[in-house]
């Protein structure tokens, strides 16, 4: 089945540095691919999705592009925040396109320091 | 559009006790999926209703059920608390109609089991 590595946190940067996160998949096909946020006690939001191959998707100044050739979904920010600091996901559905299952990845910290 | 709701925000139980949480979809929303989150596993799924229906079902005991009401309410509802269920459950909803599997997740219910 479809599956997702995130690399492991936790990531600790200083306001204003560049980040990368990366992420890889096995998936059949060429699904969706989404990035959500968790900020303390609080659920998921959806930070930016790619639909399809060499989609890039942005949002607040994140971006990820979907590389199929690499198997890659890597978020990247050029100037991190304090209030960037959060978990992020990688994820993809778990099956058919048609499905409400998501297929998280472990998940990495990310810790901005002013 | 009002988010996704999920009721109680935190539950404290003792083992052997039942529990059943609530979940509100987005209006229009006609799927819902429910994810345990804990340290050690991580985003796990759970199930996913759509129409009164469970279409998928995660690897969970069957002391974790779920049913989905006509007007898309779900709720989940786990027996025989154990202490490894106390978590972080998350309900999602999606436009199943829609292609791109993106779930809108809501704040979670903290289940804590003493």
């Known amino acids: 089945g479809n599956s997702v590595t995130q690399m492991e946190g936790p990531v600790t940067l200083s306001e204003e540095a560049f980040l990368t996160i990366n992420c890889t998949y096995t998936?059949?096909?060429?699904?969706?691919l989404f990035w959500y946020v968790q900020y303390p006690g609080e659920g998921l939001q959806l930070l930016l999705k790619?639909?399809?191959?060499?989609d890039k998707g942005s949002n607040k100044g994140f971006e990820a592009t979907y590389r199929k050739e690499t198997t890659s979904f890597h978020l990247e920010k050029g100037s991190v925040q304090v209030s960037d600091s959060a978990v992020y996901f990688c994820?993809?559905?778990?099956?058919?396109?048609?499905?409400?299952?998501?297929?998280f990845g472990q998940g990495t910290t990310l810790q901005v320091k002013p | 559009k009002a988010g996704v709701t999920q009721t109680p925000r935190y539950l404290i139980k003792t083992r052997g006790q039942q529990v059943t949480l609530s979940c509100s979809p987005i209006?229009?929303?006609?799927?819902v999926s429910w994810y345990q989150q804990t340290p050690g596993q991580g985003l796990q799924f759970l199930f996913e209703?759509?129409?009164?229906?469970?279409?998928n079902k995660g690897n969970f005991p069957g002391r974790f059920s779920g049913r989905q009401f006509s007007n898309s309410r779900s709720e989940m509802n786990v027996s025989t608390l154990e202490l490894g269920d106390s978590a972080l459950y998350l309900c999602?909803?999606?436009?199943?109609?829609?292609?791109?599997?993106?779930?809108?997740f809501g704040p979670g219910t903290r289940l804590t089991v003493l």
């Open positions: 994820a993809l559905p778990g099956g058919s396109s048609n499905t409400g299952k998501l297929i």
């Open positions: 998936a059949t096909g060429y699904p969706s």
């Open positions: 790619a639909t399809k191959a060499d």
């Open positions: 209006s229009g929303h006609r799927s």
């Open positions: 209703y759509f129409s009164e229906t469970q279409r």
């Open positions: 999602a909803s999606n436009d199943r109609d829609g292609i791109y599997n993106e779930q809108f």
